[in-house]
């Protein structure tokens, strides 16, 4: 389903999967307030989905599972015939579910691959056939763990290292000579399952400069890699210098190990 709300047809667009929460509710509000049209991507936030929507100067909603193959090429393609200067994919969505590096978990790792990996590189590869804004932008959101690895949440990891994979892969794929493919990868952001916010705030400090990496930094490199031009196929880590480190668990549990 797809409510395209008040806009102009000269404002460029943009997509952010994942935009109801967390960091995609972050990103999609720098966009709108920077003068885009917002489509925020929901699964089963439609209430904040809409609350964040009627907060943005010109924002529409979409929703679809991104379990589904199908579903979410259709929505990318339904979108680009609606917006005619749609330049920005953001692949914000992603599902963070442990399982051990001693038992993969079957069912964990179908899921994690499908969402994490799969569904974005075809929602990618669509909106590069389909939409037609000039100077286009996919923006993968990753993970710091790409460069400082640990064993706990085995599947996702695994489906952000192929996630990762496809912004080096896309941008030798054809792409107009002005098309960006870019990686973005956070570190420790945002409170994870059960965490205590005294175990959050010791876990999201565990980075070089001992400070919080706020949301809103996320953002603004999404938002500087949207209307800049650094070269594609290129990943920005923007987490305080976690990826530096050698952390041999997720800060989650190293944070409550030492509480």
């Known amino acids: ?39 925020i991507h929901y699964g089963q936030s439609a209430t904040e989905a809409r609350a964040l929507a009627a907060s943005l100067p010109r924002a529409s909603l979409a929703t679809c599972d991104l379990r589904d193959w199908e579903a979410p090429v259709r929505m990318i393609e339904e979108l680009a015939r609606a917006l005619p200067n749609l330049r920005v994919l953001v692949n914000s969505a992603s599902i963070f579910v442990p399982d051990l590096v001693s038992g993969l978990d079957p069912a964990v790792f179908d899921e994690a691959a499908r969402v994490n990996a799969g569904t974005p590189a075809r929602m990618a590869q669509t909106f590069l056939a389909h939409a037609k804004g000039p100077a286009r932008r996919v923006i993968q959101i990753t993970d710091q763990k790409l460069i400082n ?111």
């Open 1 to 39: 389903m797809i409510e395209i709300g008040r806009h102009d047809a000269g404002l460029p667009a943009v997509i952010v999967t994942g935009g109801a929460r967390r960091i995609g509710a972050a990103v999609a509000t720098a966009f709108g307030h920077a003068g885009w049209h917002v489509v």
């Open 149 to 259: 690895p640990n064993p706990d949440f085995f599947s996702y990891t695994m489906s952000k290292y192929a996630l990762h994979a496809t912004v080096a892969m896309l941008s030798m794929g054809g792409i107009e000579p002005e098309d960006r493919i870019y990686g973005l990868a956070p570190g420790a952001i945002l409170a994870s399952h059960d965490q205590r916010e005294e175990e959050t705030e010791r876990s999201h400090r565990m980075n070089l400069l001992g400070r919080k990496t706020g949301a809103n930094e996320i953002a603004d490199a999404a938002l500087f890699l949207a209307e800049g031009w650094l070269a594609s196929g290129e990943t920005l880590f923007v987490d305080s210098g976690q990826h530096l480190l050698s952390q041999p668990r997720d800060v989650l549990y190293l944070a409550r190990e030492s509480g």
